[in-house]
């Protein structure tokens, strides 16, 4: 693979787990579909931990004021769509469930 097909499968992965999260899949479930998709790509050694860090340079929710914050809340609730607090947890649970894949994996 080349450095650029290696960066779209991290960058992917990463990705994939923010976005598991922020559809309320447990750290289990995650766990398991992040696998999935690493064996999938051929198990490439690394990937778990490059993605945890990669999850850090991906776009972060805009910090608005308390107020508008709020009265947004309301339509993204309506939409069943995450809040800024809600996308930011995610973030770190992703990192958290791919650093231990890390750990166990390489």
């Given at each position: ?19 598991f999260f922020e559809m309320g899949d447990s750290s289990d479930v995650v766990r398991q579909k992040l696998l999935s998709e690493w064996r999938r790509f051929g198990e490439p050694a ?61």
């Amino acid at each position: 693979m080349t450095n650029s097909e290696d960066a779209i499968i991290v960058n992917g992965i990463g990705a994939y787990a923010v976005t598991f999260f922020e559809m309320g899949d447990s750290s289990d479930v995650v766990r398991q579909k992040l696998l999935s998709e690493w064996r999938r790509f051929g198990e490439p050694a690394g990937v778990f931990d490059a993605a945890a860090k990669a999850i850090s340079g991906f776009p972060q929710p805009v910090l608005e004021s308390v107020e508008n914050t709020e009265r947004k809340r309301a339509i993204l609730e309506k939409l069943g769509a995450q809040g800024p607090e809600e996308q930011l947890v995610a973030a770190l649970r992703a990192r958290e469930v791919l650093g231990s894949l890390g750990k166990e994996f390489g």
